[in-house]
């Protein structure tokens, strides 16, 4: 599988925006990239998955470099409720392996009021 | 409300002693897994089903069992339970195997082996 890497933490103040970077240097072209994280104590979630073109839903933007080789979570007003890990991984089309997830370490959100 | 629930959400128990963690969608989906989180290892994944009586292993099968006999469940079975299988257990499940698919993830099961 394609390796992902994030910085173990990143601070925001409340009300403002957040860019979670992720670089994935050897992505492939059926390379999905997906975002989810987990609040504390809570189950992992989904949060947006993008293949070329920016994407944006309720949640969040996600950002794709031309290259593909790096990506943006883009929080647009963080809240007191986003802080949480955030975790890129990659998912081929081309391969099931059990559609199993890898999660690396992800990346520690700090908000401050 | 579409979720997975697993129960119980804390568990306290010895070595040795059976126990299985129930895993519950009512999303409709095929494919439904277990996940362990531990301390700087990350979430792994334990075992997978694609459907009903089709189940296989994940990346740290070891001393763990599954079953689906139901679309809905997927039990996790701990057949003697050791202390390093304390650990935080999430159950997932999602519609298929595509990679546009998105995994629903239970709130948790805490599991201590005394």
């Known amino acids: 599988d394609a390796k992902t890497t994030q910085p173990n933490s990143m601070e925001s103040n409340e009300e403002e925006p957040v860019h979670l970077p992720c670089n994935h240097s050897?992505?492939?072209?059926?390379?999905?990239i997906h975002w989810y994280r987990q609040l504390p104590s809570q189950g992992p979630e989904y949060v947006i998955h993008?293949?070329?073109s920016n994407v944006n839903n309720r949640m969040a933007s996600l950002a794709i470099a031309e290259d593909r080789k790096s990506s943006t979570l883009i929080l647009h007003r963080a809240t007191l409720r986003d802080a949480a890990v955030y975790y890129c991984?990659?998912?081929?089309?081309?391969?099931?392996?059990?559609?199993?997830?890898?999660f690396g370490e992800g990346t520690q959100l700090t908000v401050n009021p | 409300e579409a979720q997975v629930t697993q129960n119980p959400r804390y568990l306290i128990t010895v070595t040795g002693k059976k126990l299985t963690v129930t895993c519950s969608q009512n999303?409709?989906?095929?494919?439904m897994s277990w996940y362990r989180q531990d301390p700087g290892l990350g979430l792994r994944q334990i075992y997978y089903?694609?459907?009903?009586?089709?189940?296989d292993k994940g990346d740290v099968p070891e001393g763990y069992k599954v079953s689906r006999k139901e679309k809905r469940n997927f039990p996790l079975i701990l057949e003697s339970p050791s202390p390093n299988q304390t650990s935080l257990y999430f159950c997932?499940?999602?519609?298929?195997?595509?990679?546009?698919?998105?995994?629903?993830f239970g709130p948790g099961t805490r599991l201590t082996v005394l």
């Open positions: 050897t992505i492939s072209g059926t390379d999905y």
């Open positions: 997932a499940s999602c519609k298929g195997l595509a990679a546009t698919d998105t995994q629903y």
């Open positions: 993008g293949l070329t």
């Open positions: 991984i990659l998912r081929d089309l081309g391969k099931t392996s059990g559609s199993r997830l890898t």
């Open positions: 089903s694609m459907n009903v009586e089709v189940t």
């Open positions: 999303m409709n989906h095929e494919y």
